[in-house]
């Protein structure tokens, strides 16, 4: 069976026009992946890291809370929020950091909100970092 040959091989054989259309029609795809390249490109000052900061925090609160403040505790779906965002953060480890305590903060505050929660809900706060 033949090896598929590697990205990296295959970016280096493309041109320069037909690589711009690749990225553009990744940035179509996946609006996570804009962002990736966005902070990737530019520099802090330029980019809007804040915006991406609030858009990640918005959508843990959505996962922990639902529409109402009762909490939903989509668990998965929150720390799945994290990770990827950890991702496009990757040359900001402050930030990612900041992700990172926010879901812990905001479990924390459920806790305290509306009392004792199953085991699990623990381990997924303390298994963050």
Do not use: W
């Not at 493309?14 to 711009?20: A, K």
């Not at 909100?113 to 699990?120: I, L, V």
Request: aromatic share 10%; glycine share 4%; charged share 30%.
């Amino acid at each position: 069976m033949p090896r598929k040959p590697s990205i990296q091989k295959l970016i280096q054989d493309l041109e320069p026009n037909e690589l711009r259309e690749v990225i553009k029609e990744l940035c179509n795809l996946d609006p996570k992946n804009k962002q990736f390249l966005t902070l990737y490109l530019q520099n802090s000052q330029s980019s809007d890291i804040d915006g991406v900061i609030e858009e990640a925090k918005k959508r843990i609160n959505k996962h922990l809370y639902g529409r109402s403040m009762f909490p939903k505790s989509d668990l998965a779906g929150a720390r799945k929020t994290v990770v990827e965002y950890t991702k496009i953060l990757k040359d900001y480890p402050i930030l990612a950091a900041d992700l990172k305590l926010y879901y812990v903060e905001s479990g924390t505050e459920i806790i305290n909100d509306f009392g004792e929660m199953h085991k699990g809900f623990y381990s997924s706060m303390e298994s963050m970092f």
